[in-house]
Structures are given as structure tokens and as C-alpha cells.
């Protein structure tokens, strides 16, 4: 295996697992959106995307390390996701 595929299994497996988590508990999307509706309005930049995912690894069963350089692809991908969401609904308006 490649490592560039070794990479893509870990981000899978990475998502799966994330995924689960969601299913078991539903109230995480709830809560990380509610967080990033709080926190995006001060700006997208990496300190503001830090308190988000700090605030929703204090509050959920989801764990986002602290320091952005050790976010995983998964963890990066929720949080783009979660201001992606949160920019639509505010272009809505």
C-alpha cells in the first residue's frame, strides 16, 4: 500500500468513527453548530476555529485537540464544515 492510500484508510477509518459518534448521539450536531453561530461571528481565522473546536471537545463527546497543528483531516473537515453551514444560513438572511 501506498502511503498516499495508507492515508486515505486513516481518514476513512477517522470518519467512520466520527460518524458513529454523531448517530449514537445526535445532540453533538446540535451543539457544535450552536458553538460555531456563537464563536464565527468574531471571524473565520485559526484562533477563532480553535475556540470552536476547544468549546465542543469541553462539551460533547468529540475530542478536537487543542493546538490546531494537531488536528486530524477529520477534525479539519468538521470544523470547515461547521463554518461552511453556518455561512449559509447567515447568507439566507
Do not use: C, W
Not at 456563537?38 to 493546538?67: C, F, K, Q, W, Y
Not at 468538521?78 to 449559509?88: A, I, P, S, W, Y
Amino acid at each position: 500500500m501506498s502511503s498516499s492510500e495508507i492515508q486515505k484508510t486513516r481518514v476513512i477509518n477517522e470518519l467512520r468513527d466520527f460518524i458513529r459518534k454523531l448517530l449514537q448521539d445526535p445532540k453533538i450536531l446540535d451543539q457544535s453548530l450552536e458553538i460555531a453561530r456563537r464563536h464565527l461571528p468574531e471571524g473565520g481565522g485559526s484562533a477563532v476555529m480553535a475556540r470552536i473546536a476547544n468549546e465542543i471537545s469541553e462539551t460533547t463527546s468529540v475530542h478536537i485537540p487543542e493546538d490546531p497543528a494537531e488536528h486530524s483531516e477529520a477534525d479539519r473537515l468538521f470544523l470547515e464544515l461547521l463554518k461552511e453551514v453556518v455561512d449559509e444560513e447567515q447568507a439566507l438572511y
